[in-house]
Every structure is written in C-alpha cells, then in structure tokens.
Nanobody, 123 residues
C-alpha cells in the first residue's frame, strides 16, 4: 500500500494550497480517508476525514470553513483544499486510510499512512 501526499509548500497568510494524496495497492473506495497534521513539538491531530462515499465528513474546529476535504474514487485520490491559511496551519500534513465506512478522529484507528508533505505559512 502506498499513499503519496503532495502539494505542500511555502505560502503567505491568507493564501491557498491544495493537497493531494494518491493511493495505490488498496481498494480505495473501501477506505475512509483522513488528513492529519503534526507541528513541531505537538501531537498529530486530525484535520479532516471523509467516508467511503463522501457522504460524511469530519473537520477540526480550527479549520472549519477554511478547509475542504474531498475524494475521487475513480482516480484513487484524496484532496484537501486549504484556503485562508494562517501561520498556525504550519505543519507536516499526512494522509491516512482506515478500512471501513466509519469516520473517526483517533489516528490510532488508521491502517495506512503517507509520508507527509510540509505546509509552511509565513510572511
């Protein structure tokens, strides 16, 4: 199983980024998918998660209204559209896969992880 995250970079506050996560080696449509992030010195936290059919999503309070999670099961790809970025959004962002349809926030419930992509928001 491979989860390849991409799209990170250095942006200024208020700008946007779109992260992608290309999945292979698994039946993508059978997995709930999530984006997590980890800032230096902090624990890994859920940013957003989406169930298999995109009928249920979960967002962290800190990013509600600014970020949108989506997926394309035909392309085996997960997305995270991040708008109005803030310096506190700076972190390594990871995509993760959890077998089944239940959306959960605990990273320990996720079976597979990507390598992470760094997002830096700074002026």
């Amino acid at each position: 199983v491979q989860l390849q995250a991409s799209g990170g970079g250095l942006v200024q506050p208020g700008e946007s980024l779109r992260l992608s996560c290309a999945a292979s080696g698994l039946t993508f449509s059978s997995y709930t998918m999530g984006w997590f992030r980890q800032a230096p010195g902090k624990e890994r936290e859920l940013v957003a998660a989406i169930n298999r059919r995109s009928s249920n999503t979960e967002y962290a309070d800190s990013i509600k209204g600014r970020f949108t999670i989506s997926r394309d099961n035909a392309k085996n790809t997960l997305y995270l559209q991040m708008n109005s970025l803030k310096p506190e959004d700076t972190a390594v962002y990871y995509c993760a896969a959890k077998l089944g349809s239940q959306v959960v926030t605990d990273p320990r419930n996720y079976n597979y992880w990507g390598q992470g992509t760094l997002v830096t928001v700074s002026s």
